[in-house]
């Protein structure tokens, strides 16, 4: 906060004549039109350019149709998340390991990701300086004052947005973990192998649970496809980012080097995630005589305490006064 007061201050003191602040306000508008027309122009050269044409005109869906103009300008999008990738390749695997673990795993998502952080920044800049031109009531000085403010909502707004979707994806595969445990531990005891039976759990789970179902599903791929069980397990630990997955990767990974039943592995996990689930409804339980205290003080006491003290007020102040109520 006091870095933004240090640079309001200066702007105004660099700008406090009338001519130089014009001459700001210029630049400014100026620098808004370039950033502008290059957007816009890089937007034509994508969608326009010849060869991606002939690209996409070979590139046909089940259908028959043409890639939709929402897809070309998610390529646009994608060319410009190039631009703005991290040079760290540390924060490239954070950023990769959130949108797997929001559910987003193509090879396009980062760039994609990137792509609508840079246009975010420079998009919420420009409707802001709009909305100066437009309303009479913002002036140049409270332009400069918002334009901070636009500009870092613009660039941490995908990221606000993206830990929220893999937050309550997260919950959604920590609710159907147990039931799917439970459908695990049946399928072993039955005969099925790991494979199997991890298999047959995700057609059962399509309806109630379809993100585990997901998750599960991809990983009897990935065995099909010749991945090593082991490797398997702990990609399907990475795209979740569940403790509790990794837990039970960790206990099924011991089993299959010491050679113990699988099936008693699985049931006594499946023991421990309905122990937790059990705990995690009476913590909520617990909390909702703290909260309810907030409505009750609040909303209901106040309504309350005036019907039930209202009229004895009202007959001691006009006692005081020395009148009678009629």
């Not at 999008?77 to 695997?93: D, E, H, N, S």
């Not at 004052?145 to 893999?166: E, M, N, R, S, W």
């Not at 609710?175 to 995700?202: H, N």
């Amino acid at each position: 906060m006091e870095t933004l007061t240090t640079l309001v201050d200066w702007l105004g003191g660099l700008f406090a004549e009338a001519e130089q602040l014009q001459l700001g306000y210029a630049v400014l508008v100026g620098a808004a039109v370039f950033v502008m027309t290059i957007g816009v122009g890089m937007l034509l050269l994508g969608l326009r350019d010849p060869l991606r044409h002939r690209i996409d005109a070979t590139k046909q869906d089940a259908s028959g149709r043409h890639l939709s103009t929402t897809r070309q300008l998610g390529r646009v999008i994608q060319r410009l998340g190039v631009l703005g990738a991290p040079q760290k390749a540390a924060g490239r695997r954070r950023t990769e390991a959130r949108l797997r673990h929001a559910g987003f795993r193509t090879e396009q998502a980062p760039r994609l990701f990137y792509g609508l952080k840079l246009t975010a920044l420079v998009l919420l800049p420009v409707l802001l300086f709009g909305a100066t031109m437009v309303s009479p009531r913002l002036s140049a000085a409270e332009f400069f004052q918002f334009l901070p403010f636009a500009a870092a909502i613009g660039l941490f707004l995908p990221d606000v947005v993206l830990a929220y979707l893999a937050r309550r994806r997260r919950e959604r595969l920590r609710k159907g973990l147990p039931d799917a445990m439970d459908l695990l531990v049946v399928c072993s005891e039955a005969g099925l192998g790991l494979t199997a039976a991890i298999q047959r759990v995700a057609r059962e789970l399509e309806v109630s649970h379809p993100e585990l179902a997901d998750e599960l599903e991809l990983f009897s791929l990935q065995t099909r496809a010749g991945m090593e069980s082991r490797t398997a397990l702990k990609d399907l630990a990475d795209r979740t980012g569940l403790d509790d997955m990794e837990v039970l990767v960790a206990m099924l990974l011991q089993s299959m080097r010491f050679g113990t039943s699988i099936a008693a592995t699985l049931r006594i996990c499946s023991d421990d995630l309905r122990d937790k689930r059990l705990q995690r409804a009476q913590e909520k339980a617990a909390r909702i005589s703290t909260w309810i205290i907030f409505p009750l003080v609040f909303c209901i006491m106040p309504s309350f305490l005036l019907v039930t003290m209202g009229p004895a007020i009202f007959r001691a102040i006009n006692a005081l006064s020395g009148t009678t109520l009629s």
